[in-house]
């Protein structure tokens, strides 16, 4: 087997086991909504246990969307999904999922979880009309940096669209979604 072959071989593999691990429920869609919910609060629980004034700023928010488990893995090219849900007012307004592929210096897979905050009403109504949308593309957003205090920097959170980014090892600082897809799931 040459080099291109096993490397082409074994990105398939890992993709594949990365999104089969996402994959909960398919066959009735009232299990997958609760699944998805279920594991929606328990993310939200742990941003708020771990990044001061996180609570207060989704509070603030007008709707938040959260991933719970994207599930990242590549072999220089990589890619990305998860699903999670839409929150407006605390309840849950629609099921989503995300994906994104990547191309560099990549080796392995990981999983962390999302949070991308609509501090205006004009943004999540622009993001509720779309059918898909793309961060960086339909809206930029601004990924909150956390000082040394671990508060918020207040001038990040003037944004429309804010997000957080939460690996195993806590907050995730330099990190992009520009190019992240959205889709709403039919569930």
């Excluded at 096993?6 to 993709?15: D, N, P, Q, R, Y």
């Amino acid at each position: 087997m040459n080099k291109r072959s096993f490397l082409a071989t074994g990105l398939l593999t890992v993709l594949a086991t990365a999104c089969t691990t996402t994959a909960n429920n398919q066959g009735d869609p009232a299990a997958r909504r609760a699944s998805i919910d279920s594991q929606v609060d328990s993310a939200l629980t742990r941003l708020y246990a771990q990044v001061a004034g996180s609570r207060d700023l989704v509070g603030k928010a007008r709707g938040v969307l959260v991933f719970p488990a994207v599930v990242s893995a590549g072999l220089i090219v990589g890619g990305s999904r998860g699903e999670g849900a839409l929150r407006v007012g605390g309840k849950t307004d629609g099921f989503y999922s995300t994906t994104a592929a990547s191309v560099g210096l990549l080796a392995g897979a990981d999983s962390r979880a999302v949070f991308i905050l609509f501090m205006t009403q004009d943004s999540l109504d622009r993001f509720r009309a779309s059918r898909g949308w793309t961060a960086g593309v339909d809206a930029s957003v601004t990924m909150l940096r956390v000082g040394a205090t671990a508060g918020v920097d207040t001038q990040t959170v003037q944004q429309p669209v804010v997000g957080y980014v939460l690996s195993n090892a806590g907050l995730m600082a330099n990190l992009s979604l520009d190019g992240t897809r959205i889709n709403r799931l039919d569930l």
